[in-house]
């Protein structure tokens, strides 16, 4: 196997993770305006995923809609619906992501960081940091991979690139990198867990 990648993922991951934690311990200087500049990044992709994960489930919906009309209404199947309504639901599930870990919505180390205050906690976040940032690494590599391995094959039903739907890893790992690291920069209370037992 070739480990190249998952030594430049290693490398890359530790230069996210320190730049991070450079840009995120300061309020002045150039400290802030990299962080400011992120996270104006950031405003933009998570608008951008949150609208193409909405217009995904929005397209599978329509699609799976569709399905069932011809199915029973006109009872001549579509054999476009459900390859469409599968490639979509794949779209919104890797972009989405991106919204949920910006908001940090997915299943987290919550507790371990409510135990802990100063250096250990920060310490805590970075390396869930780092943890998300090697996945996502290993996802676009793989998935970009995948993507160029099936770019002559067709999706049954629908007459296109089977690389359109693989390209959903490596384009929904690059928006969740972003929106893992302007959580870590941008860290906002989760109202349910604030509020817990």
Request: aromatic content about 6%; cysteine-free; hydrophobic content about 65%.
């Given at each position: 196997m070739n480990v190249l990648p998952l030594q430049i993922m290693g490398v890359a991951t530790v230069l996210t993770v320190a730049l991070a934690l450079w840009a995120g311990s300061g309020e002045t200087g150039a400290r802030a305006q990299v962080r400011r500049a992120f996270l104006g990044v950031d405003r933009l992709t998570s608008g951008a995923a949150a609208i193409l994960a909405a217009l995904a489930?929005?397209?599978?919906?329509?699609?799976?809609?569709?399905?069932?009309?011809?199915?029973?209404a006109t009872e001549t199947p579509s054999?476009?619906?459900?390859?469409?309504?599968?490639?979509?639901?794949?779209?919104?599930a890797f972009i989405g992501v991106a919204v949920a870990l910006r908001a940090?919505?997915?299943?987290?180390?919550?507790?371990?960081?409510?135990?802990?205050?100063?250096a250990v906690?920060?310490?805590?976040?970075?390396?869930?940091?780092?943890?998300?940032?090697?996945?996502?690494?290993?996802m676009f590599w793989f998935g970009w991979m995948m993507a160029e391995r099936v770019k002559f094959q067709e999706m049954a039903g629908l007459e296109v690139s089977m690389s359109w739907g693989y390209a959903a890893i490596p384009i929904g790992a690059c928006f969740a990198m972003i929106g893992a690291v302007a959580h870590f920069l941008d860290r906002q209370p989760a109202d349910e867990l604030e509020t817990a037992l």
């Open positions: 489930m929005a397209v599978a919906v329509a699609a799976g809609a569709w399905q069932v009309v011809a199915r029973f054999v476009w619906s459900e390859a469409l309504v599968r490639t979509a639901v794949i779209w919104m940090g919505a997915l299943v987290s180390i919550d507790v371990a960081r409510r135990l802990t205050r100063g906690r920060r310490a805590l976040e970075a390396a869930s940091l780092a943890s998300i940032l090697s996945i996502l690494g290993v």
